[in-house]
């Protein structure tokens, strides 16, 4: 595991570097072009990076928290779900609890976000609370887990920044050069620019338009990788891959969409929010593979849940020999053998109807509702507004205290 | 000239020395963490186990026997909770499945799955299973790379003159313990 780790942190850190390359080029140019100096621009370019860095590094989490709308929740408010949370982080070996967040939206989702391991936190969406068992709980959440036990969260939150400044220097760089073409037409003419400064117009335009297409590869070639290996460790740590494979069956079959995630913040989720059905197997544009071919190579996973077996069930989906995990990872792995369903996901669904009682229960708790069960049964929930100091049931007509 | 090629042999040999040293103790820091966490749900399992038996009691006027050995089994482990990680292990498996029998029979039992209070320490007993199961695994993971650091060839060296011993496995041996039980209604 540790080893896999180290491999992911070096092909990772060229790819981030690629990135960078990417990011000065394309300043180096544009300052070439608007101030006829490449270092101004490179300058402009690293201000402009090093700014992003220091929001992500140090307001990151809570920015993509606070875009997604999530509510934090402790352990009183959903017993079932800091468990599960709190059983996968002695999975992983964490040292920390991660912060634990329930997005308020029917459609079935999941993400991580945090600087370090011990600054981490999952947030998940009502949806999925109400459609999963604990075996699938704990499949998503050991997915969670693996990417702040990877460190995938703090990668992807300087991969998006990285992806952010190119995209956001292209994009102010094309405006100028098509509505603020003329003042500098004005002053190329008294310096004599010539056919050097068409090349590097030329260069300049090309880079705008390819930059940020070239650095979006790059983040979905880190973030695909990263998907696969956040699959094998949650079934390493949870030792039932179909827990993990079935809930991805679910959250394939549903059709709403996510409203709160946002092209910046799709890798982050378990799976890609804006999907298409029946996407392609090759679609290389996408930040996650094929939930189809993930689920295939979980239920393949005969024998074992180590990341050899995870291996051996990728190339045997694919029929390649080149497996998805690294070698260093493999040769030092102990087999590990795979554990029963719990009775919850044997029976089938017996009590999904209490989960979503228990789900929805838990988000009034969460608007600040208070709850007041009437005598003859009736649950009353009383807005945070609600001033006076009794209601009725509207149900038996008698008279609640508040 | 020569004096400088072994003077350098010796500096880089105790460079080895304390960097496989310091391996060690990482590494056998880590499972005495690792057996810190089964610890801390071992004990919350004791203290769990009689807020159930007087829960149900109420309920379950016809299990008796089950009540108790489930209780038998939670003070045998108690007891043993000072002892080392095999033996342990032995009698922490009892009374897992002493506990997995008694969850059970409660489907027998409409009205206690009715009952709030037993629901709550339902699930939480269940997480305690889980985090007992996830703390084993991950001790008996550090164990391993520990035991390997402690057996092969420099560090085995280094181990033997420190004094690092091989730790105990905490293996589980009562069969069926991560299944559930079946229930039979005769």
């Not at chain 1, 101004?40 to 370019?45: D, E, F, K, Q, S």
């Not at chain 1, 140090?58 to 928290?65: P, R, S, T, V």
């Not at chain 1, 017993?79 to 949370?85: A, D, M, Q, S, T």
Request: proline share 4%.
């Amino acid at each position: 595991m540790w080893e896999q780790i180290r491999s992911n942190q070096t092909r990772s850190a060229i790819l981030v570097a690629g990135m960078g390359v990417l990011l000065l080029l394309v300043g180096y140019f544009l300052g070439l072009y608007f101030f006829d100096s490449g270092i101004g621009g490179l300058i402009m370019a690293l201000v402009v990076w090093g700014v992003m860095n220091l929001v992500a590094f140090f307001q990151g989490d809570n920015i993509l928290l606070g875009l997604s709308k999530g509510k934090k929740i402790s352990r009183d408010d959903y017993p079932r779900l800091y468990n599960v949370v709190e059983e996968l982080k002695i999975a992983s070996g964490l040292e920390k609890m991660p912060d634990i967040y329930i997005i308020d939206d029917p459609a079935l989702n999941a993400f991580a976000t945090g600087r370090d391991p011990n600054r981490a936190a999952v947030a998940i969406t009502s949806g999925l609370l109400q459609k999963l068992n604990r075996d699938e709980l704990q499949g998503v959440i050991g997915h969670e887990m693996a990417h702040i036990k990877n460190r995938d969260v703090l990668l992807m939150a300087i991969t998006a920044v990285l992806l952010g400044s190119i995209v956001i220097l292209a994009w102010y760089a094309t405006r100028i050069l098509f509505f603020g073409g003329m003042a500098r037409d004005r002053r190329s003419s008294s310096s004599g620019g010539g056919s050097g400064q068409l090349i590097i117009l030329a260069v300049a335009i090309v880079l705008m338009i390819l930059a940020p297409i070239m650095a979006q590869f790059i983040y979905f070639a880190i973030s695909r990788k990263r998907e696969y290996l956040a699959d094998a460790s949650s079934a390493l740590y949870t030792r039932y891959p179909e827990g993990l494979a079935s809930a991805l069956e679910k959250l394939a079959a549903s059709t709403s969409q996510l409203k709160s995630a946002n092209k910046a913040t799709a890798p982050m989720y378990i799976i890609n929010p804006f999907r298409k059905r029946g996407m392609a197997a090759s679609d290389l544009t996408s930040t996650h593979p094929p939930i189809s071919e993930r689920i295939r190579i979980l239920r393949s996973m005969a024998g074992g849940a180590s990341f050899a077996n995870y291996d051996q069930a990728y190339r045997q989906v694919h029929r390649s020999s080149a497996g998805v995990i690294a070698k260093s990872a493999l040769t030092t792995a102990e087999p590990v053998s795979l554990r029963a369903a719990t009775p919850e996901a044997r029976e089938g669904e017996p009590d999904h109807i209490q989960r979503a009682r228990d789900t929805s229960a838990v988000l009034w708790q969460l608007s600040n509702y208070r709850t007041i069960t009437c005598a003859c049964g009736t649950r009353l929930r009383i807005p945070p507004k609600f001033k006076q100091s009794k209601i009725k049931c509207p149900h038996c007509g008698r008279i609640n205290p508040v | 000239m020569a004096w400088y090629f072994i003077v350098g042999i010796v500096v880089v040999l105790i460079i080895i020395f304390i960097v496989t040293y310091n391996r060690l103790v990482r590494l056998r820091n880590q499972v005495r963490n690792a057996w810190a966490q089964i610890d801390v749900q071992l004990k919350r399992r004791y203290d769990l186990v009689p807020n159930l038996i007087e829960t149900v009691k109420g309920y379950m006027k016809h299990e008796r026997e089950t009540l108790e050995a489930v209780t038998k089994a939670r003070n045998l482990a108690q007891q043993a909770a000072s002892s080392g990680a095999g033996e342990r292990a032995k009698v922490e498996g009892e009374l897992s499945s002493a506990l997995a029998r008694l969850l059970a029979v409660v489907e027998r039992y409409p009205d206690l799955k009715a009952n709030q209070n037993f629901l709550a320490l339902q699930e939480e007993l269940t997480s305690t299973e889980n985090k007992i199961g996830f703390s084993r695994q991950f001790y008996n993971d550090s164990v391993l790379r520990y035991n390997n650091q402690t057996q092969v060839f420099p560090s085995n060296l280094v181990a033997s003159v420190t004094g690092f011993k091989a730790s105990e496995f905490f293996e589980v041996t009562v069969a069926e313990e991560r299944k559930a039980p079946t229930v039979s209604f005769t």
